[in-house]
């Protein structure tokens, strides 16, 4: 397998733009989550599907961001209108559902976004 | 939510044994303890679960004891590439409540 994909790996917009970051996940995973990098906030964690149902999007900052997972293999988390303070790494990962393994999170290689 | 504590930093030289002790004492009956690592510019990976006693892999030890209030991450003999941000994270096992990444500890390992 591939691992999880996500596209593009670097973003470079300008405020005011939307911005729309692709995933997909390992074949078979049952949960895709999106999370946000910083350096002042740390990992955060934006939204989480379990079979194509968001469980918890308490995590998404507002509703500039909104995510979906029209399918098992796509996810996209868009960003409308972009802000320079969205700046950020973004990491969508996947992980199975049998056997207690759902913390067992496989991460892509994230999204670089800078708002100019 | 399970709260946890865990040092900022730590160093170490290579061929030395590394344990990173984490705190977690509000943890609950239905959680698991895991471990991350970050490398820079990358995700961060899984290294290793446990829900009591003491789990080994390939790559690292955990320890928790009884009263499973700590846990600690035993990395054998660490090398230059073993620097890295180390995460511990406990969360349930249902899939209600996901993993909440904290500040993780940063291990230095010098030459």
């Known amino acids: 397998d591939a691992g999880v994909i996500q596209s593009p790996r670097h973003e470079v917009t300008e405020m005011g733009q939307e911005v729309t970051l692709r995933c997909k996940p390992i074949?078979?995973?049952?949960?895709l989550f999106w999370y946000r990098q910083t350096m002042m906030r740390g990992l955060e964690l934006l939204i989480y599907?379990?079979?194509?149902?968001?469980?918890?999007d308490s995590g998404m900052p507002e509703d500039r961001f909104s995510a979906k997972m029209p399918n098992a293999s796509f996810s996209t988390l868009k960003i409308q209108p972009s802000e320079p303070r969205d700046s950020a790494v973004y990491f969508c990962?996947?992980?199975?559902?049998?056997?207690?393994?759902?913390?067992?999170?496989?991460f892509g290689p994230g999204t670089r976004l800078t708002v100019l | 939510l399970a709260k946890t504590t865990q040092p900022i930093s730590m160093d170490s030289y290579e061929g030395q044994e590394v344990n990173i002790t984490c705190s977690h004492n509000n943890i609950a009956t239905n959680d698991y303890i895991t471990w991350y690592q970050q490398f820079p510019s990358q995700g961060p990976r899984f290294i290793i679960q446990g829900y009591k006693t003491k789990v080994t892999n390939e790559v690292a030890s955990l320890f928790i004891p009884a009263d499973r209030k700590s846990s600690t991450l035993s990395l054998p003999r660490v090398s230059l590439s073993d620097t890295a941000v180390y995460y511990c994270?406990?969360?349930?096992?249902?899939?209600?409540?996901?993993?909440?990444f904290g500040s993780g500890t940063r291990l230095q390992v010098q030459p």
């Open positions: 599907f379990n079979n194509n149902v968001p469980i918890d």
């Open positions: 990962a996947s992980s199975p559902q049998e056997d207690k393994r759902w913390h067992e999170q496989f």
């Open positions: 994270l406990v969360g349930d096992y249902t899939g209600r409540r996901a993993l909440t």
């Open positions: 074949s078979g995973h049952d949960y």
